[in-house]
């Protein structure tokens, strides 16, 4: 584990990549600063990190009890 001179662990900033203070003291953990924070907030906001899903199914062709509830 990564320690800084005052003994606090350092992690990777998932932004930048730099060392980032893994502390309460650090109040953008797990990132290094506000901007990188920012960056990242940024990049949700404009869906650029996005969870991969299939596309919804046509109720027409689905589950004929869930059609029915549907109606």
């Known amino acids: 584990m990564k320690t800084n001179s005052q ?13 980032s203070v893994f502390a309460p003291s650090n109040k953008w953990r797990p990132f290094c600063s506000e901007r990188c924070r920012q960056i990242d907030l940024g990049a949700w906001a404009s869906e650029s990190f996005r969870v ?3 596309p919804p199914q046509d109720p027409d ?3 004929p009890e869930r059609v ?4």
Do not use: S
């Open 61 to 63: 062709e689905g589950d």
């Open 68 to 71: 029915a509830a549907l109606h």
């Open 52 to 54: 991969p899903a299939a």
């Open 7 to 19: 003994g606090q662990r350092l992690v990777r900033c998932p932004q930048c990549g730099g060392d």
